[in-house]
């Protein structure tokens, strides 16, 4: 019965992109025709995408899934964000069940080469750290020689932590635990001396301890992650994930957010052109609407309902919340700050 | 009538139960102590140090006791996880009627409900199983279709147990029944390769073969959920367990039974079907019900594979930034859970064990 049930769910989704008209793209298309955006994110990842009481996905990670909903269907409520598994995730993207994937997926080389993958813009620039308890009594990760590794099958992490081992010629062994709780469980009871993943989402699983204090993150950085977000080929779609990044990074520089839009817009002819060319009513956006087949209004909502990339960044993971990231010490800073997230222009 | 009242001896029996040798004085104030001193933790972290549930979320920081409000905001997300949420009665209907019927066969088992024929549970079996995957997975009958991904807690615990012990049951008897019959020996043979290369495995193999090397053997183009892979893969697993099991209340049949049988004229078929099976299955009800508890427990572990069932979505409950320090509310609730369907599961083995030594003496 179920698989009868996945069968059909298999068949319906290729008839469905089989059927409609060509001038989008297939992705676009699918989007509109169900209402409802597919989006899948980490199924626990504090800061990132975690569950809330009433079982909807918040935080960083999840907030680009409502930025994509609110651009293509004008609603950040439309987005059906769901919590999979690292592999599954991919395969589910690839097979065309879910539209695109927002999880904190480093852009590599071979992955862009995947003919069914499209990586689309970075939200959030990491790079790959080591934790440990404090009674290790470790400071530096050249000290780990031996130790036994916890981190997650079938990401980069595993070959940084190949790479790095190999060129100082340390040995390590791998405690591969596929579930990221069940691996995080592992780790501090002591199972793995080292707990290895990108920095930030360090900084998150240090919070899950009961005691995280007793944990630190030691200072050597070993790769880059650029965490981006991935769907498949879809010119249209990929123009409206990437200028969407864009609309939030370019409200970030001018210190429009979704609590002072609407003043900003009301009082739209005193604004900079390049406001005015955001989310004016004859602008440049409403130019790529026309284009792209999004709504007029599709940048205002997107600042409206999700907000600008500061204003993301600091509600999930800035000074304010339990991970205490300060913005402009990462290099996710605004490009003026000497960080990477470089607005790109909007005309 | 009334039964006569203990003669006053009783209580010096009592006394010598308990404090009779210097060793047993011993025993029994170590026990009485832990006894007190874990009463006493448990009520000062129910109840004393607690926070009442009309307390705000804010008050419970720091605080050493339970935070009953957590209850409150989390065991919806706790019992249903990423379900939609105005949706909730579809995972509340399905894991309603999996426990009802499971209380129906453990209450049926021990001897009540005889008004209750085995052929109208199995009916109920078959009506409700495909029922529970309409109601979980809508797209029929109006009901809004949810991905897979979003069965999360309680009725995936009880799909992945329940309905996969159901499941394996029918085929474990098949497989008891090939291996202890004579008459094709190529069938015996596989039965016994399966039955002990199965119980070689550990679960956790088992596990990881269904949710990755299953998916390899379909046709390119279809997929499997995890959920489904997984429950394949545990029907197959507990089958094997549910026919050793079965096997043994088969071959602890005097062979007088299968001959008085052939004598009447019975085909081997029905040889098997009325005679045999319903008093080994009768014998072998107690290590059942024992395989199944431990069958049951061992659902949790399905979160090696990204399934998020009860302990899962409980650990997602305490994930959220912020609520890191109710990891102990969270797992309480799943403690108390377990705790409350295994006694039940056990307390259908007592009577099991009560019956058959009555039957026996």
């Not at chain 1, 950040?76 to 695109?100: L, N, W, Y």
């Not at chain 2, 997300?77 to 509340?92: D, I, Q, S």
Request: aromatic share 10%; charged share 15%.
């Amino acid at each position: 019965m179920p698989a009868a049930h996945n069968l059909m769910s298999v068949s319906a989704a290729i008839f469905a992109v089989a059927a409609a008209p060509a001038f989008a793209g297939p992705i676009m298309d699918d989007i509109k025709a169900n209402d409802s955006l597919v989006c899948l994110v980490s199924p626990t990842a504090p800061g990132f995408s975690v569950p809330d009481s009433t079982g909807l996905f918040q935080g960083f990670n999840a907030d680009f899934c409502r930025m994509a909903a609110a651009a293509v269907l004008g609603d950040a409520g439309k987005a059906d964000i769901r919590g999979v598994g690292f592999s599954d995730s991919m395969k589910t993207i690839v097979a065309g069940e879910a539209h695109m994937g927002s999880r904190s997926i480093t852009r590599t080389g071979t992955r862009d080469a995947d003919e069914g993958m499209a990586f689309v813009v970075t939200t959030f620039f990491d790079g790959q750290g080591f934790m440990v308890p404090k009674s290790l009594g470790v400071s530096s990760a050249a000290e780990l020689d031996g130790a036994s590794v916890c981190a997650e099958d079938g990401s980069t992490t595993l070959l940084n932590i190949a790479d790095w081992f190999g060129a100082q010629g340390m040995t390590y062994r791998v405690e591969n635990i596929a579930d990221k709780t069940a691996r995080l469980e592992a780790f501090f009871s002591g199972k793995c001396d080292v707990y290895a993943s990108d920095v930030t989402a360090l900084t998150a699983d240090r919070q899950l301890s009961e005691t995280p204090a007793d944990y630190v993150i030691l200072p050597e950085v070993i790769s880059n992650e650029p965490l981006t977000l991935v769907t498949r080929p879809d010119q249209a779609f990929e123009a409206a994930l990437f200028w969407g990044f864009q609309v939030m990074l370019n409200a970030d520089s001018h210190g429009i957010t979704s609590a002072n839009i609407d003043t900003v817009v009301a009082d739209l002819d005193n604004q900079s052109p390049a406001v005015q060319r955001m989310f004016g009513t004859d602008s440049a956006t409403t130019d790529m609407a026309a284009k792209l087949g999004l709504a007029n209004d599709w940048a205002y909502q997107i600042v409206k309902q999700v907000g600008s990339y500061g204003e993301v960044f600091d509600r999930h993971l800035g000074v304010e919340t339990p991970f205490g990231l300060n913005r402009s010490e990462t290099p996710n800073a605004h490009a003026e700050n000497g960080g990477l997230m470089y607005p790109y222009p909007i005309r | 009538m009334i039964p006569p009242s203990p003669p006053p001896e009783a209580r010096r029996d009592l006394w010598r139960q308990w404090f009779g040798t210097p060793v047993t004085a011993l025993v029994s104030l170590i026990s009485a102590a832990v006894a007190l001193y874990v009463t006493w933790a448990l009520l000062d972290w129910m109840v004393i140090s607690a926070l009442s549930p009309t307390q705000p979320m804010e008050d419970c920081a720091g605080s050493s006791g339970a935070c009953w409000r957590f209850y409150l905001e989390k065991s919806r997300f706790m019992l249903f996880g990423t379900y939609p949420y105005a949706e909730h009665w579809r995972p509340a209907l399905v894991s309603l009627l999996l426990l009802a019927l499971s209380a129906l066969v453990g209450l049926r088992i021990t001897g009540r409900l005889r008004w209750l024929r085995p052929r109208m549970l199995v009916v109920l079996w078959v009506g409700v199983i495909p029922l529970a995957f309409v109601l979980m997975g809508g797209g029929a009958a109006g009901l809004a279709a949810i991905d897979m991904s979003r069965w999360n807690g309680m009725p995936v615990l009880l799909i992945l147990s329940v309905i996969a012990i159901a499941l394996a049951f029918p085929l474990g008897v098949a497989l008891a029944v090939l291996r202890h019959q004579t008459r094709w020996p190529v069938l015996r043979r596989a039965a016994i390769v399966y039955i002990e290369g199965m119980r070689g495995f550990p679960m956790v193999t088992v596990l990881f073969v269904g949710v990755f090397v299953l998916p390899l053997t379909l046709p390119p183009d279809t997929r499997i959920s995890p959920v489904m892979a997984t429950l394949i893969a545990l029907v197959f697993f507990h089958a094997s367990y549910f026919a050793e099991d079965v096997r043994g209340g088969l071959q602890s049949l005097p062979d007088s039974q299968h001959e008085a049988a052939f004598s009447l004229g019975l085909s081997w078929g029905k040889t098997m079907r009325l005679v045999l099976l319903p008093q080994a299955l009768s014998r072998s009800l107690p290590a059942l019900v024992n395989s199944v508890i431990g069958a049951y427990k061992d659902t949790s572990l399905v979160v090696v594979l990204g399934i998020h069932d009860l302990t899962s979505t409980a650990r997602m409950a305490f994930s959220e930034p912020g609520w890191g320090q109710f990891a102990l509310e969270a797992y309480a609730f799943v403690g108390v859970w377990f705790l409350l369907s295994c006694a039940f599961l056990s307390w259908v083995g007592r009577e099991l064990h009560r019956k058959q030594s009555r039957k026996s003496h």
